[in-house]
T-cell receptor, first 113, second 113 residues
Framework: AQSVAQPEDQVNVAEGNPLTVKCTYS??????LFWYVQYPNRGLQFLLK??????LVKGSYGFEAEFNKSQTSFHLKKPSALVSDSALYFC???????????FGKGTRLSVIA | DTAVSQTPKYLVTQMGNDKSIKCEQN?????MYWYKQDSKKFLKIMFS???????INETVPNRFSPKSPDKAHLNLHINSLELGDSAVYFC????????????FGNGTRLTVT
């Protein structure tokens, strides 16, 4: 069965600095990888995905993520953090086509002005 | 013009009662889901429907019964509510190809007293 780990409960970064939110996964087949963001009292919003192709994928709000097959990782990055990026971030994985999308436990990002 | 809408937003009820949560999507998706988010923000899939047919049922007590009258609607009925059912329930939808991201509603916060 597929699983995903987000090793950090909380990430703190100063505004303007680069940010990284870590994610590692485990699947038996080809991983379909996603990042979502959740603001308070809202549903999850899709940021970006990796299915196949270029290992560096770009998404909404200036976020990007790098797929690393050898390290089974899919870390979320942004070159310059904004205070408005403060939210809860979820990594998710699907083991190929129609398997359920499984979410990590979430990482709370706090960007300090 | 909300893409995935859930009602009600808040639901407070007593143990033993029966309640329903409604979900509608106007995105033309053929797959709909129910997720449960607990107090620690952990997200777990409950059900998935594709074209009105149940395709995922993840170890959910049979007090929970989803009903999909058509592709655009997936309602959740809960019988004999228990304290442990208190959580935020999210409806989501997507195309059923495995590549497509999920679109989430804003959640229903259920409190059982």
């Amino acid at each position: 069965a597929q699983s995903v780990a987000q090793p950090e409960d909380q990430v703190n970064v100063a505004e303007g600095n680069p940010l990284t939110v870590k994610c590692t996964y485990s699947v038996s087949g080809n991983p379909y990888l996603f990042w979502y963001v959740q603001y308070p009292n809202r549903g999850l919003q899709f940021l970006l995905k990796y299915i196949t192709g270029d290992n560096l994928v770009k998404g909404s709000y200036g976020f990007e993520a790098e797929f690393n097959k050898s390290q089974t990782s899919f870390h979320l990055k942004k070159p310059s953090a904004l205070v408005s990026d403060s939210a809860l971030y979820f990594c998710a994985v699907r083991d190929g086509g129609n398997t359920p999308l499984v979410f990590g436990k979430g990482t709370r990002l706090s960007v300090i002005a | 013009d909300t893409a995935v809408s859930q009602t009600p937003k808040y639901l407070v009820t007593q143990m033993g009662n029966d309640k329903s949560i409604k979900c509608e999507q106007n995105l033309g998706h053929d797959t709909m889901y129910w997720y449960k988010q607990d107090s620690k923000k952990f997200l777990k899939i409950m059900f998935s429907y594709n074209n009105k047919e149940l395709i995922i049922n993840e170890t959910v007590p049979n007090r929970f019964s989803p009903k999909s009258p058509d592709k655009a609607h997936l309602n959740l009925h809960i019988n004999s509510l228990e304290l442990g059912d208190s959580a935020v329930y999210f409806c989501a939808s997507s195309h059923g190809d495995g590549n497509s991201p999920l679109h989430f509603g804003n959640g229903t916060r259920l409190t059982v007293t």
